[in-house]
């Protein structure tokens, strides 16, 4: 089991910038993927941003490509989220999870979560 806890989020202007970060611990041995989801009110839950853990492969969704970079400077201990050029429509839950295969593969599964991040962007 992993447990993993957001920080970071607030109240942004559109066009600011915010960072999130997930600390992660317990058994991270066998953690192939970290990644970002968010929820917006009425909405089903979205992957914004994934890492591979082991060669450091990015990818993001194309809502946020360009202005969100995800990044793990501590080896399946921490991953961030550097949010830069905020929009109302991000605003959002943001939820860390860990994936126990490849972020590309089909079949990963996210088995661990964050309890979740608010992130409220203003117009």
């Known amino acids: 089991q992993v447990q993993l806890r957001e920080s970071g989020g607030g109240s942004a202007q559109a066009g600011g910038s915010l960072r999130l970060g997930c600390a992660a611990s317990?058994?991270?041995?066998?953690?192939?993927?970290m990644a970002w989801f968010r929820q917006s009110a009425g909405t089903e839950r979205e992957r914004v941003a994934a890492i591979t853990t082991r060669g450091g492969h990015t990818y993001y969704d194309d809502s946020v490509k360009g202005r969100f970079t995800i990044s793990q400077p501590d080896y399946r201990n921490t991953v961030y989220l550097q949010m830069t050029s905020l929009k109302p429509e991000d605003t959002a839950i943001y939820y860390c999870?860990?994936?126990?295969?490849?972020?590309?593969?089909?079949?990963?599964?996210?088995?661990?979560w964050g309890q979740g991040t608010q992130v409220t962007v203003a117009a």
């Open positions: 317990g058994d991270t041995a066998d953690v192939e993927c």
């Open positions: 999870a860990a994936g126990d295969l490849e972020c590309g593969s089909w079949h990963v599964k996210y088995k661990d």
